[in-house]
């Protein structure tokens, strides 16, 4: 009994010593998403690192065409850096962009001169009637996206106590509002937001293909070497069955978030729409904030990443045209993609 008192003892001081030399590990979640992240890497380096270890073939199809193998390693080590890049970038926080209109709209007061804005509201620069009021920058800012006589309480966050926008909503593994929120993704450990979405696609469009030349790879292995050694045959197979399952995953997430850029909706909007106030009484097939899938597309590969876009919610005359259904003229001059 002393002793497994003595090792417990030892145990939660080796413990200790460890929290205070990284403190990140002291919070569960962040222990948990760190877990992952390295269960994650290792998941890769094994699956690469045994079609290496027993794929003779490709040894020696490396050596004749060191091109084939360095496409493939390049693939491999950038999805993983977009992966952590993904990982540690911001999804875009309510109040860090709170923060930034209201310094802007100071320098804004200071200077009297409009100056390049971080925050954006449909594409207008910051500052357009924000001065002569009591209000702060941000209450009035947001306030301007609602329809008119909106009450500001009914869009005050009851956890951050900040003025939400519309598309913002609060996570409760963050702790904080988040702009155009998607998910919470626990394989990165951040939410995911108008801030990392494009990062979020451009990484699942990494990990598909690797995937898939990983799959192509081991099912050329076991075609050439299906009866030379059983015990690595169970271990190829179970691998190709795991790598299988991850790739019919990762081309539906892949179609999914594809839809949702095309469409510019998120995730949570696409499942919770009837518990979203201001979306109730749209009809499903009618994206409110869709610009065309071209125009989507566009903003969505090419917009400025430190920019805070803030949209604003459509009138009843820009819903019903919405949902006016294209006739072949629309089609024929690309007015319904535009």
């Given at each position: 009994m002393m002793m497994m008192m003595s090792l417990r003892e030892t145990w939660n001081c080796a413990f200790d010593r460890c929290f205070l030399f990284f403190p990140c590990l002291s919070d569960p979640a962040r222990r948990s998403s760190l877990c992952l992240k390295v269960a994650l890497l290792m998941m890769h380096l094994t699956y690469a690192g045994i079609l290496f270890l027993f794929?003779?073939?490709?040894?020696?199809?490396?050596?004749?065409?060191?091109?084939?193998?360095?496409?493939?390693?390049?693939?491999?080590?950038?999805?993983?850096?977009?992966?952590?890049?993904?990982?540690?970038?911001?999804?875009?926080?309510?109040?860090?962009?709170?923060?930034?209109?209201?310094?802007?709209?100071?320098?804004?007061?200071?200077?009297?001169?409009?100056?390049n804005a971080v925050v954006t509201m449909d594409g207008n620069q910051l500052g357009r009637n924000l001065?002569?009021?009591?209000?702060?920058?941000?209450?009035?800012?947001?306030?301007?996206?609602?329809?008119?006589?909106?009450?500001v309480r009914s869009w005050i966050c009851v956890y951050c106590n900040v003025v939400q926008p519309p598309r913002a909503k609060h996570c409760h593994d963050c702790d904080k509002c988040v702009l155009q929120f998607d998910h919470h993704c626990v394989w990165l450990g951040t939410c995911i937001g108008q801030g990392n979405h494009r990062r979020f696609w451009w990484y699942i469009c990494e990990e598909t293909?690797?995937?898939?030349?990983?799959?192509?790879l081991y099912i050329t292995y076991l075609k050439a070497n299906i009866a030379k050694s059983w015990w690595i045959d169970v271990i190829m197979i179970l691998l190709l069955a795991t790598l299988s399952i991850s790739l019919i995953f990762l081309l539906l997430l892949l179609f999914f978030h594809t839809y949702l850029v095309v469409t510019n909706q998120t995730t949570y909007e696409l499942v919770r729409r009837r518990r979203i106030l201001y979306l109730r009484g749209i009809p499903e097939r009618v994206y409110p904030f869709s610009k065309g899938p071209c125009r989507n597309l566009y903003y969505f590969c090419f917009g400025r990443s430190s920019t805070y876009n803030l949209e604003r919610l459509p009138t009843a005359q820009e819903l019903e045209e919405k949902s006016r259904p294209s006739t072949c003229t629309d089609v024929l001059f690309c007015r319904c993609c535009c």
């Open positions: 794929d003779q073939d490709l040894i020696e199809k490396t050596k004749e065409e060191p091109w084939y193998t360095i496409i493939y390693l390049f693939l491999f080590f950038s999805t993983l850096a977009q992966y952590f890049l993904t990982a540690a970038s911001s999804p875009g926080y309510v109040v860090d962009a709170m923060k930034a209109a209201n310094e802007t709209d100071g320098l804004f007061r200071k200077t009297s001169v409009a100056s001065l002569g009021s009591n209000a702060t920058s941000w209450t009035k800012l947001v306030m301007e996206l609602y329809p008119p006589g909106t009450s293909a690797l995937c898939l030349w990983t799959v192509i």
